[in-house]
């Protein structure tokens, strides 16, 4: 596999002339939760054919984060983990980060953000407008992936396209009752395309079950020229407190122990194969290699310059 490459003419944000996005201040996302999209960031990259956009939606600083990440582990533990990794126990930046695939014939938006005005910002830095994305694909349906379907007013977002989700998925949301899903997802229903494993969303572009983060939690490998990107959204929430130790317990998870089985079969995967993923959660621009440590164990490391070469 050969690596892919960034392209020179999408700058990661407005005036930038840097191949690499870097974060002034993380101030994304206002305290309201509300996107500010003036800041909004994208990072372009070239896989085979195809080009790869990660786009920043949104970040924050999260407090009390051992309430969240690794939750059958002691305070101990998390705080020597953290500290020989170098990030503090008790406070965590968080980054939402969908994705966007122009394969030539079809732009297809992978997850929508916390909201409409964050994600639609930061395609416009990538060249791309709401009315120009073909597809839309949602890996799950938590709140910060499915926020940006409709705007403030409830208008449908991406009123030109296609929506895909997993049939699992849709079904656990359809019954429980989840005042977001009834206010984003039902009314885009009929437009819907509902997949399991295996299924080809696009040409280069297959559905990978990943259950666990939620009943129908799904990823995505993308894949032209022999070139290949697995798309892992949620599977694994913090490149140290989840995907380093794949069997500590996160919050969010809805199965722990499906969760935890299914991070170590995706990143044992990529880890053998030596494919790039991204990661909706991962520090921006979301895209990194893994490398197997010991069994269950495994090391992030952040892409560099091997999509500029």
Partial sequence: MSNSKLTRRHALMAGA??????????TLVRADGH??????????FELGEFQVSTLLAGTRAVGDVHTIF????????????????????????????????RTGSDIVLFDTGLSAAGTTAALEQAGISAADVTCVVLTHMHGDHIGGLTDEAGNETFANARYVTGQVEFDYWAGAENENFEAKVRPLAEKMTFVGDGASIAPGITSMAAFGHTPGHMAY????????????????N?????????EWEVRFDADKAAAAETR????????????????YHMPFPG???????????FRYVPASYQQIL
């Fill in 287 to 297: 895209m990194g290699y893994v490398e197997t440590v010991e069994e269950g164990r």
């Fill in 70 to 101: 690794g939750l059958n582990v002691s305070d101990e533990e998390f705080a020597a983990v953290s500290e020989a990794n170098f990030i503090p126990a008790d406070e965590a930046q968080f980054f939402f980060t969908p994705t966007v695939v």
């Fill in 264 to 279: 170590k079969q995706l990143l044992g995967m990529v880890a053998a194969d030596r494919i790039p993923l991204v990661g």
């Fill in 35 to 44: 996107a500010a999209p003036s800041n909004a960031i994208q990072n372009t």
């Fill in 221 to 236: 490998m993308v894949e032209s020229n022999d070139e290949q990107v697995l798309l892992m959204a949620d599977a694994a």
């Fill in 238 to 246: 913090h490149y140290v407190w989840s995907l380093a130790y794949p």
């Fill in 17 to 26: 002339a840097a191949p690499f996005a870097t974060i002034a201040a993380p």
